[in-house]
């Protein structure tokens, strides 16, 4: 019988279940892996921009459309 559960996977590359199993028995299994969701994207990306968006000349090229102080 085919059995289906759904598992992150950590930075170390440990499954880990999203849902209690009992056990999952010895042996061999597919593994398909999905496109991160927007969310997860947007999230891994902002620390990588925030060193751009921080920088004082990005604050200068932007004034213009912030409101009025």
């Given at each position: 019988?085919?059995?289906?559960?759904?598992?992150?996977?950590?930075?170390?590359?440990?499954?880990?279940?999203?849902?209690?199993?009992?056990?999952?028995?010895?042996?061999?299994?597919?593994?398909?892996?999905?496109?991160?969701?927007?969310?997860?994207?947007?999230?891994?990306?902002?620390?990588a921009l925030a060193e751009?968006?921080?920088?004082?000349?990005?604050?200068?090229?932007?004034?213009?459309?912030?409101?009025?102080?």
């Open positions: 019988m085919l059995q289906t559960i759904e598992v992150e996977i950590d930075a170390s590359g440990h499954i880990h279940p999203l849902e209690p199993v009992q056990t999952i028995p010895a042996g061999r299994a597919l593994l398909t892996l999905l496109k991160p969701s927007v969310d997860e994207a947007l999230q891994l990306a902002e620390a751009d968006w921080l920088k004082p000349e990005e604050e200068e090229a932007w004034a213009h459309l912030q409101p009025a102080k």
